[in-house]
């Protein structure tokens, strides 16, 4: 079965730190890039970071320097490492695969990341 499977969200003080984790199945091998993407209510979903499977990252300007991407392909799972957390911050994050054989995109159920001033 395809999935993506997003855990770690959370409410958290402006400053601190959360950590995402997408479990990829049947692999995460078999999506290339990976991703994660964020909604904020009443906004359009958006590109937060990508990572392709060379390990190539991108990232959206309001969070270089604060939020890293990696991927750990033995537990198949793509990280979103969030630090300096702001308010701004706050929405739904989602995880997304690009699947290799199909190039079909695939998204998680979303997990939500609540920053506090």
């Known amino acids: 079965q395809v999935q993506l499977v997003e855990s770690g969200g959370g409410l958290v003080q402006a400053g601190g730190s959360l950590r995402l984790s997408c479990a990829a199945s049947?692999?995460?091998?078999?999506?290339?890039?990976m991703g994660w993407y964020r909604q904020a209510p009443g906004k359009e979903r958006e590109l937060v970071a990508r990572i392709t499977s060379g390990g190539t990252t991108n990232y959206a300007d309001s969070v270089k320097d604060r939020f890293t991407i990696s991927r750990d392909n033995a537990k198949s799972t793509v990280y979103l490492q969030m630090n300096s957390l702001k308010p701004e911050d706050t929405a739904v994050y989602y995880c997304?695969?690009?699947?290799?054989?199909?190039?079909?995109?695939?998204w998680g159920q979303g997990t939500q990341v609540t920053v506090s001033s």
């Open positions: 997304n695969g690009a699947r290799i054989l199909s190039s079909r995109d695939y």
């Open positions: 049947p692999s995460i091998n078999s999506f290339n890039p």
